[in-house]
């Protein structure tokens, strides 16, 4: 899901992965459901099921998945690699349609990956992938170099639910980073809090928990766009979750003091796709 030197953090990451493996569970079980994802249930576990029952029903996280879904299914080729940064639980390397040809790198830190592998340890993805022990927060691009990557093959970076876990300098050196390392025709797609999130009722022990202890915050952004283009990406595209095109039925769009996605304005959720 994320990656720190921080234990804490790393620990909460891991009960945040199975928080959205259970709402993912949650979603395949729905007739009408926007993917299916038959692991999702058994990777979650008791734990990540009990803090989805705990927590109001939030939609955007099946949005955010098929939105996310269907922009890795535009970019694929036959030749492509497919980068999961901060992999966590996902189960894309498994569940969708990818060509035989296609190699899925999950990057992660080594905790995120323990139950994962022990659950999906008989089923065979449709494609290759490699586990990538790495931490965002430190050095991580020559493991996955040391994994096979190849920087000559058009690249999908995927960042889901990833940038809220890293500081503004990690996630800077994070896009440049990616960008360095990718040719012509990669993609990267990521989504991003505007900074209204750290002004909210439910942020403030974290943010004044994070200012006691001198740490930094989490990063938020409003201008994703300047993020990605100041880091070497291209063509960056924004969508907010709501509008026509992440929305599936599940979200509507609300005139007035709201956005897309019946946040306040100063509560903005952002899903950035940028090209090379």
């Given at each position: ?23 993912r ?31 109001p ?75 990538v ?15 096979g ?23 800077e ?100 796709t940028?090209?090379?």
């Open positions: 899901m994320a990656s720190s030197h921080d234990p804490q953090v790393r620990a909460s990451t891991v009960r945040t992965g199975a928080w959205i493996a259970a709402a569970a949650l979603e395949t079980a729905r007739p009408d459901r926007l993917f299916n994802d038959p692991w999702a249930g058994l990777l979650a576990g008791e734990s990540g099921k009990a803090a989805l029952n705990a927590s029903y939030n939609p955007f996280l099946p949005v955010r998945t098929r939105y996310f879904d269907d922009r890795i299914l535009g970019a694929v080729r036959e030749e492509t690699q497919i980068v999961l940064l901060g992999a966590g639980l996902d189960t894309r390397a498994f569940r969708l349609p990818l060509p035989a040809s296609c190699f899925v790198f999950e990057v992660d830190f080594a905790e995120a990956f323990a139950e994962k592998e022990s659950v999906l340890q008989s089923v065979s993805p449709g494609c290759a992938r490699r586990c022990f790495a931490d965002f927060s430190g050095p991580w691009i020559q493991a996955l170099l040391d994994a990557f190849e920087q000559s093959i058009p690249t999908i970076w995927v960042a889901e639910g990833l940038f809220f876990y890293l500081t503004l300098p990690d996630v050196s994070l896009v440049r980073d990616t960008a360095a390392l990718s040719c012509q025709g990669s993609t990267f797609v990521a989504d991003t809090f505007g900074t209204g999130l750290l002004d909210s009722e439910s942020m403030a022990p974290l943010v004044a928990h994070r200012k006691n202890v001198g740490r930094p915050l989490p990063f938020c952004t409003d201008t994703p766009e300047t993020l990605f283009s100041g880091g070497g990406w291209k063509n960056t595209s924004v969508v907010q979750p709501g509008e026509p095109q992440a929305n599936f039925g599940l979200l509507s769009a609300k005139p007035g003091a709201v956005g897309a996605d019946g946040q306040p304005n100063n509560l903005r959720t952002y899903l950035v940028a090209a090379l």
